[in-house]
């Protein structure tokens, strides 16, 4: 199992804005994209891979599977209409949005709709979202080990998510990611533009690079060509043990995305 360390996001971008983005990312170098069936916009982005001159062999597609679609008779009928609208026919990875909302469908019940969804060849890995460490150990013993390809969480310099991250890599599940740059908000912190000039990078690449020097992906979306292409280059800035260590001291609980009724109880 492998996911690719750096890849664009797309939430919140619709229309011609995520068009454009997915366009601009694909022809800049990016070769992962990470869609949702609730950011409404996989018709958008399957348009944007068709017209590219990226094979699909070539590209690392995720989309997320929505907490209305959870119960079996939806959950692969749900990710066949993903897979019309982004014009292929499998994802490389679909992963449970988010732990269901008060358990109105069993863990057990989606996570072997998962596995179905992978037995029929649609999704060529699966994995989950926003789970805590009791969740994903529950995930585990529905599927079993080493099945579970990544758990993608808010992590960034504000938010670094020890426990659930060490916790992770005990299971081999793959840390990625998303809100590396806390939406923007870690880009004006004091700490991270000294290291950033004293690389010569942007703040967003040494929020970047950390994370990827942590081993974990990132998926960072951008409306703007410039802020896709200086991102991509977080991939070639080395941070050394000094950058580090004084990341590590930036961790405030920084937590930005807190659904009601749907975030479980976080391991704080
Ligand atoms: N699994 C989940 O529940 C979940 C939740 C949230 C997000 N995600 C995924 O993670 C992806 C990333 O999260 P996100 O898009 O919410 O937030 P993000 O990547 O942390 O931040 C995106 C914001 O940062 C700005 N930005 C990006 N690069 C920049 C740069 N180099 N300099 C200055 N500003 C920069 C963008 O503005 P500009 O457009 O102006 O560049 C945008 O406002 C999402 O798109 C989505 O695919 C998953």
Do not use: C
């Amino acid at each position: 199992m492998s996911i690719p360390s750096f890849g664009v996001g797309t939430f919140r971008l619709s229309g011609q804005t995520v068009i454009d983005s997915v366009t601009n990312a694909l022809e800049l170098g990016y070769r992962a994209v990470d869609t949702a069936q609730i950011y409404d916009n996989e018709s958008e982005v399957g348009l944007a891979i068709s017209q590219s001159n990226v094979n699909r062999e070539d590209l690392f597609l995720t989309t997320k599977i929505w907490v209305d679609n959870y119960s079996k008779g939806k959950l692969v009928p749900s990710l066949k209409e993903s897979l019309n609208k982004l014009k292929t026919d499998y994802v490389d990875l679909t992963l449970i949005h988010w732990p269901a909302p008060d358990g109105n469908v069993s863990l057990r019940e989606y996570m072997e709709g998962l596995m179905e969804a992978k037995e029929q060849s649609l999704t060529k890995q699966i994995g989950i979202s926003n789970f805590n460490i009791e969740l994903t150990k529950q995930a585990i013993d529905i599927v079993g080990d080493n099945i579970i390809a990544t758990n993608q969480i808010e992590l960034s310099p504000y938010l670094q998510g020890r426990k659930i991250t060490e916790f992770l890599k005990s299971q081999n599940i793959h840390v990625t990611s998303y809100m590396t740059l806390a939406y923007g908000k870690v880009l004006q912190d004091s700490a991270l533009i000294d290291i950033a000039n004293k690389h010569n990078a942007t703040t967003a690449q040494v929020a970047l690079a950390w994370a990827i020097k942590l081993g974990y992906s990132v998926i960072p979306s951008s409306t703007k060509r410039e802020n896709l292409a200086s991102n991509l280059l977080a991939q070639k800035l080395e941070l050394d043990s000094d950058d580090m260590a004084k990341i590590y001291n930036l961790e405030r609980n920084g937590r930005k995305v807190n659904p009601d009724g749907l975030a479980p109880v976080w391991d704080e």
